[in-house]
């Protein structure tokens, strides 16, 4: 079985000519918008998390990024969701940056701290003792 000639791989000096003279002298076109004042885009309203629950994180040394678990839902350094954005952790840090979707406030929690967005503070997950703390071992 022959093979079949693929044809020509470049084009021709009168082709290639007339490529540069053509991308030369299109025109890009662009719509133009104008925009009125019955198509007037009203905001949208600032929806803010309820609270913003840093549950703990994972710095890695290979390399790779680490592990972030915020509201129960494990996200990687440098992503994000609908509610929050979070940064890159250092080493030389025990805080994690998060910016908040809604209005682009930033924050540096500790793991177990809860910023809540209605009160704009930043508490304790657990302000009292942990379950099964209270009792005694034996008799």
Known sequence: MAAESI???FTSPAERSNLDYLRQTRKVNTPLKIETATEAVEAA???LPDAVNLQGYVKRNDGKQGTVWVNNQAM???SGNKDVQVGKLTEESNRVPIKLSANGKRLNL???Q???PESNQVHEA???GAQ???GTIGD
């Open 126 to 128: 657990r302000s009292h």
């Open 45 to 47: 309203p600032i929806v």
């Open 132 to 134: 099964g703390d209270s």
């Open 110 to 112: 500790k793991a177990g």
């Open 114 to 116: 809860v910023y809540d």
């Open 76 to 78: 990687q350094e440098n």
């Open 7 to 9: 044809g020509r791989l």
